[in-house]
T-cell receptor, first 112, second 111 residues
Framework: GAGVSQSPSNKVTEKGKDVELRCDPI?????LYWYRQSLGQGLEFLIY????????KSGLPSDRFSAERTGGSVSTLTIQRTQQEDSAVYLC??????????FGPGTRLTVT | GQQVMQIPQYQHVQEGEDFTTYCNSS?????IQWYKQRPGGHPVFLIQ?????EVKKQKRLTFQFGEAKKNSSLHITATQTTDVGTYFC???????????FGAGTTVTVRA
């Protein structure tokens, strides 16, 4: 079956603009995660969704970042008033509870 | 909060040699997972360890989970150019669905 997909694959935006990043998880996976990875760095946890529970937003770096997951499937990560330090690869992953995470190919965000 | 530390950050290996990368947690883990990220790619799951002292092998890769469930190691024998990439460990706790990822060990291989 299909893996995790993300769109767009690349996004260049001007400082101050809003961006939306999309994640389509593997069908049936109840858990969905967003991470941020700066060049040559590790994975920074942003937010986690599990079923109908309230999301764990503890990793969001500022109130400019928000995410939603509609119908327990597709998720959108929104960054408002983008800053240059937001430039990174944004990775989405999905999993069954307590099992391995399957990562999407990521969205490379560049803020100019 | 929980922190997972990985050493070394970089590992330069002669083709055919062995090396080990280590992962240490400040708290007891319920499980540990290992992922590999090839250059330009995304992390791909390798293995999960759950039991204290557990050892698992995948061809030339040997994974261990410490007795206290606070550390883990990945040992690669006879390194090949296909082993190039960054290896991440990620620790999980029983009361938390998140994984705490280490910073990764980036492996380069000299032919």
């Amino acid at each position: 079956g299909a893996g995790v997909s993300q769109s767009p694959s690349n996004k260049v935006t001007e400082k101050g603009k809003d961006v939306e990043l999309r994640c389509d998880p593997i069908s049936g996976h109840t858990a969905l995660y967003w991470y941020r990875q700066s060049l040559g760095q590790g994975l920074e946890f942003l937010i986690y969704f599990q079923g109908n529970s309230a999301p764990d937003k503890s990793g969001l770096p500022s109130d400019r970042f928000s995410a939603e997951r509609t119908g327990g499937s597709v998720s959108t990560l929104t960054i408002q008033r983008t800053q240059q330090e937001d430039s990174a690869v944004y990775l989405c992953a999905s999993s069954l509870l307590f099992y391995e995470q399957y990562f999407g190919p990521g969205t490379r965000l560049t803020v100019t | 909060g929980q922190q997972v530390m990985q050493i070394p950050q970089y590992q330069h290996v002669q083709e055919g040699e062995d090396f080990t990368t280590y992962c240490n947690s400040s708290t007891t883990l319920s499980n540990i997972q290992w992922y590999k990220q090839r250059p330009g790619g995304h992390p791909v799951f390798l293995i999960q360890l759950v039991k204290s002292g557990e050892v698992k092998k995948q061809k030339r890769l040997t994974f261990q989970f410490g007795e206290a469930k606070k550390n883990s190691s990945l040992h690669i024998t006879a390194t090949q150019t296909t082993d190039v990439g960054t290896y991440f460990c990620a620790g999980g706790r029983s009361n938390d669905y998140k994984l705490s990822f280490g910073a990764g060990t980036t492996v380069t291989v000299r032919a």
